[in-house]
């Protein structure tokens, strides 16, 4: 049992970890709700996954030794339908991780979130922070980190919830739903002709951890036994704070310097609004012999030539 099964494999983050995984020589299997023949992960097995069918979920992760899991609800879909979110965020979870455990699979990865910590992350944020969410996205995710824990901690399986900042970078496709992340926002806006619009100030500071990185960091934690991962929480950023102005200004600065001319419009800050420094500790991660490159401005790079290529090719 050496494949890797990869849920949400065609999604943002989930579709690059596949590909890069494969570049790496692993077996992978890509399950999801509908048919995929993904041009960008050929070699993967590709399942239809009915999450309703216990069956189905159980032949999923057959003669599977590693379950990464990334398949749920966007924030926007989150907020549209709390009820749902905690059906698909959490029970579905809990549902893979238990045909996960049947099926001797060896190790479980959660894809989890930032945003479990709360809306507005300001501070020191490492994983001894309380968790207080206060959005659906959050809150369900939540759910599914803490029975993903439980089974790590009682010995059932190895498993890892990876608390993800905000990841950055080309997509494998242009059909994503995550085209209203700022920078996928500002860098589509620049390979239209511009203007780059900020819905905001900028002023709040975030983690930006390039999606280079991010799956870097997964090849290197699936190479470790799992009592290598301690407790079995950790978060995945860059371990460096930007503000949200402060990128924006570097995707505009990467866009002249492929030639674009664009310019970018922000809005001015609310009367007493000030800065909320950032500091979102990675300490854990770099405990296990892994640190980001942090390479912004490559990620943003791959993102315009991503972006070009696409408004080039659409009549």
Known sequence: MTAILITGGSGYVGGRLARHLLTRGHDIRLASRRPLSPIWAKDAR?????????????????????????????????????????????????????????????????????????ARLNGVVDETTLPLPRHPYGI????????????????????????????????????????????????????????????????????????????????????????????????????????????ADLVLARARAKGLIVALQRPAPAPGETAAPLEYRIDRLRACGFTPQADLAAAIDETLDFCLAQAKATP
């Open 46 to 118: 590709t399942i239809v996954l009915d999450w309703d069918d216990p069956a189905s979920v159980a032949a999923a992760c057959a003669g599977c030794r590693t379950v990464v899991h990334l398949a749920g609800l966007s924030d926007a879909e989150c907020a549209r339908d709390p009820i749902q979110a905690l059906r698909i965020n959490g029970e579905y979870t809990i549902r893979l991780l238990e045909a996960a455990i049947t099926a001797g699979c060896r190790r479980f990865v959660l894809f989890s979130t930032a945003h479990v910590y709360g």
């Open 140 to 247: 369900s995710n939540r759910v599914a980190e803490d029975f993903v824990l439980a089974a790590h901690a009682q010995g059932r399986i190895g498993a890892l919830a990876l608390r993800l900042s905000n990841a950055i970078g080309a997509p494998v496709h242009a059909d994503i739903d995550r085209w209203g992340l700022l920078v996928n926002d500002l860098c589509r806006a620049a390979a239209a002709g511009g203007p780059l619009v900020m819905r905001s100030s900028g002023l709040v500071s975030r983690d930006f951890i390039p999606l280079a990185d991010v799956e870097n960091a997964l090849a290197h934690l699936l190479t470790l036994p799992p009592d290598a991962w301690g407790d079995g929480l950790m978060n995945l950023g860059s371990g460096h704070s930007t503000s949200a102005a402060a990128m």
